[in-house]
């Protein structure tokens, strides 16, 4: 399906352009308070009563650490593993059911253990070993490809634990200490074309997986249009992944920055016109229906109090400058519940599907005889991430016969045909058949407000064999003794 989809056109809706990606609005958690049952408790206790619908979770620390055991080769190899989180399938099972979308922060090219197990990836110092930044800390080296390898299987890992997004922050080169003494053996390429290249090939080995990328950038970055000599070139970072989140916190700013004369206290005019900026140099390349812009707020106070008022003034900067998205950084974990707005289930589900990731339109047919009997507004298509065929799951049951029911509880679709029983959790990519666990590489999500499902793998699971005509954009499921429902199908 890959090379169909390269060359697939969007076409599935009149309406997709118009239809907004969900508004995600989250905050930060550290590994140590996700596995804390007390601590996080009381975050998840704030989201459920608030607009929250997101968490960024740490998986592997500012160290360097890995936040819970995976059995992804490479990560094992390096042994940075500390389990914070001791069982990572509840601890995401548990956020899923609560509507919680699931990313996972990995720092990338500021690492302790990863240059111990390989100096060959870190940094080298002009006087030999590992160069180290003015906290003692190591580097990998953002030209070396196997410490690219390494940060794609951390990504990989989170996306097998079953994250829905893994964000790549300190993705850039170093900014403190003695930079003189750093050895940087010249491939031709600048920093900028580095940090893109890397972000792109993530992006594309973890699509791969089902899951999106993103990258935390400098605010400065918006505003500025080289890339402040640590790789960060709004536009290039842009084109290489599908979220980017600026650090907007108006403490970092210095005075004088962006006309403003002290941006700390004044913490709308620091965000809207960051924001403003993004949005023009992204309209000016072409990226604005590619990517979306999802910032980082502060959440704290540093030389100046942030309190409800402030973090609320942040938020609606945000809205007047016609995004949607937006985190809320707090070290500590403690957040300004006065500046969030209550929950409302119906406006955002954190897994519905972005527009954007809808491709073209693809015919499904049932022992050869077409189903027709789809929405128009929601047909067939292909998932531009996974090049999946994604099918709503309702009119594909009905058309084979089977029985779907709805575990409103835990958010399941539960498929019953011929003695077999499927059940479908939304924003999972782990189904059960007769009781065995499936992993998919793209899960159950929301397309207008339908339950979209990969076909392949969905009828497999009921005994079907499945083929793909790349040219003709058709999915044929052939299931023995199936008939189409009378009104669901035609020659």
Same mark, same amino acid.
């Given at each position: 399906?890959?090379?169909?989809?390269?060359?697939?056109?969007?076409?599935?809706?009149?309406?997709?352009?118009?239809?907004?990606?969900?508004?995600?609005?989250?905050?930060?958690?550290?590994?140590?308070?996700?596995?804390?049952?007390?601590?996080?408790?009381?975050?998840?206790?704030?989201?459920?009563?608030?607009?929250?619908?997101?968490?960024?979770?740490?998986?592997?620390?500012?160290?360097?650490?890995?936040?819970?055991?995976?059995?992804?080769?490479?990560?094992?190899?390096?042994?940075?593993? /500390?389990?914070?989180?001791?069982?990572?399938?509840?601890?995401?099972?548990?956020?899923?059911?609560?509507?919680?979308?699931?990313?996972?922060?990995?720092?990338?090219?500021?690492?302790? =253990?990863?240059?111990?197990?390989?100096?060959?990836?870190?940094?080298?110092?002009?006087?030999?070993?590992?160069?180290?930044?003015?906290?003692?800390?190591?580097?990998?080296? =953002?030209?070396n490809k196997g410490a690219w390898e390494y940060l794609v299987a951390v990504g990989r890992a989170a996306a097998k634990?079953?994250?829905?997004?893994?964000?790549?922050?300190?993705?850039?080169?170093?900014?403190?200490?003695?930079?003189?003494?750093?050895?940087?053996?010249?491939?031709?390429?600048?920093?900028?074309?580095?940090?893109?290249?890397?972000?792109?090939?993530?992006?594309?080995?973890?699509?791969?997986?089902?899951?999106?990328?993103?990258?935390?950038?400098?605010?400065?970055?918006?505003?500025?249009?080289?890339?402040?000599?640590?790789?960060? /070139?709004?536009?290039?970072?842009?084109?290489?992944?599908?979220?980017?989140?600026?650090?907007?916190?108006?403490?970092?700013?210095?005075?004088?920055?962006?006309?403003?004369?002290? =941006?700390?206290?004044?913490?709308?005019?620091?965000?809207?016109?960051?924001?403003?900026?993004?949005?023009?140099?992204?309209?000016?390349?072409?990226?604005?229906?590619?990517?979306?812009?999802?910032?980082?707020?502060?959440?704290?106070?540093?030389?100046?109090?942030?309190?409800?008022?402030?973090?609320?003034?942040?938020?609606?900067?945000?809205?007047?400058?016609?995004?949607?998205?937006?985190?809320?950084?707090?070290?500590?974990?403690?957040?300004?519940?006065?500046?969030?707005?209550?929950?409302?289930?119906?406006?955002?589900?954190?897994?519905?599907?972005?527009?954007?990731?809808?491709?073209?339109?693809?015919?499904?047919?049932?022992?050869?005889?077409?189903?027709?009997?789809?929405? =128009?507004?929601?047909?067939?298509?292909?998932?531009?991430?996974?090049?999946?065929?994604?099918?709503?799951?309702?009119?594909?049951?009905?058309?084979?016969?089977?029985?779907?029911?709805?575990?409103?509880?835990?958010?399941?679709?539960?498929?019953?045909?011929?003695?077999?029983?499927?059940?479908?959790?939304?924003?999972?990519?782990?189904?059960?058949?007769?009781?065995?666990?499936?992993?998919?590489?793209?899960?159950?999500?929301?397309?207008?407000?339908?339950?979209?499902?990969?076909?392949?793998?969905?009828?497999?699971?009921?005994?079907?064999?499945?083929?793909?005509?790349?040219?003709?954009?058709?999915?044929?499921?052939?299931?023995?003794?199936?008939?189409?429902?009378?009104?669901?199908?035609?020659?």
């Open positions: 399906m890959s090379t169909a989809l390269a060359a697939a056109q969007p076409s599935v809706a009149a309406d997709a352009a118009e239809t907004p990606s969900p508004a995600i609005r989250g905050v930060y958690v550290s590994a140590s308070t996700a596995g804390d049952p007390t601590a996080f408790g009381r975050i998840l206790e704030m989201i459920d009563r608030t607009e929250l619908n997101a968490v960024v979770v740490d998986v592997k620390t500012d160290w360097g650490n890995i936040s819970f055991q995976t059995d992804e080769p490479l990560v094992k190899e390096v042994g940075a593993t /500390h389990a914070y989180i001791p069982d990572i399938g509840s601890f995401l099972e548990t956020l899923r059911v609560h509507r919680v979308y699931r990313i996972a922060r990995v720092v990338a090219f500021k690492d302790v =253990p990863a240059v111990a197990a390989h100096p060959e990836w870190g940094l080298p110092d002009v006087n030999g070993g590992p160069w180290k930044d003015s906290n003692g800390m190591t580097w990998l080296n =953002p030209r634990a079953g994250f829905d997004e893994v964000q790549y922050d300190y993705v850039r080169f170093p900014t403190d200490g003695d930079l003189d003494r750093i050895v940087y053996p010249s491939d031709g390429r600048s920093k900028q074309e580095i940090i893109a290249g890397f972000l792109a090939y993530a992006r594309q080995e973890l699509h791969k997986e089902g899951i999106q990328v993103s990258a935390d950038v400098f605010g400065l970055v918006t505003s500025f249009s080289d890339d402040m000599g640590i790789g960060q /070139h709004l536009e290039d970072v842009a084109g290489a992944v599908d979220y980017v989140s600026p650090m907007l916190y108006p403490s970092h700013y210095t005075r004088g920055n962006l006309g403003i004369p002290n =941006p700390n206290a004044a913490p709308y005019q620091t965000v809207y016109r960051s924001l403003q900026d993004a949005r023009g140099r992204l309209a000016g390349a072409g990226l604005t229906d590619r990517v979306d812009m999802r910032a980082w707020l502060q959440d704290f106070s540093m030389g100046y109090h942030y309190g409800p008022a402030e973090v609320s003034a942040e938020i609606q900067a945000v809205r007047d400058a016609g995004y949607t998205q937006w985190l809320l950084w707090n070290a500590a974990n403690e957040y300004t519940e006065a500046a969030l707005a209550p929950k409302n289930l119906a406006a955002d589900d954190p897994f519905a599907l972005p527009a954007r990731e809808v491709g073209a339109t693809v015919t499904v047919a049932l022992n050869g005889q077409v189903i027709t009997a789809f929405d =128009p507004q929601v047909a067939p298509f292909l998932s531009r991430i996974s090049g999946r065929t994604l099918v709503p799951l309702r009119t594909l049951t009905e058309a084979l016969g089977a029985q779907v029911e709805w575990e409103g509880e835990s958010r399941t679709a539960i498929v019953r045909y011929n003695g077999h029983t499927v059940r479908i959790p939304i924003g999972s990519r782990t189904i059960t058949v007769d009781g065995t666990s499936l992993q998919l590489d793209q899960g159950a999500t929301l397309w207008h407000s339908r339950t979209m499902v990969p076909v392949r793998f969905v009828t497999q699971a009921l005994g079907a064999t499945v083929t793909w005509d790349g040219a003709a954009n058709r999915v044929d499921v052939t299931l023995p003794g199936a008939v189409c429902a009378p009104g669901y199908c035609q020659n």
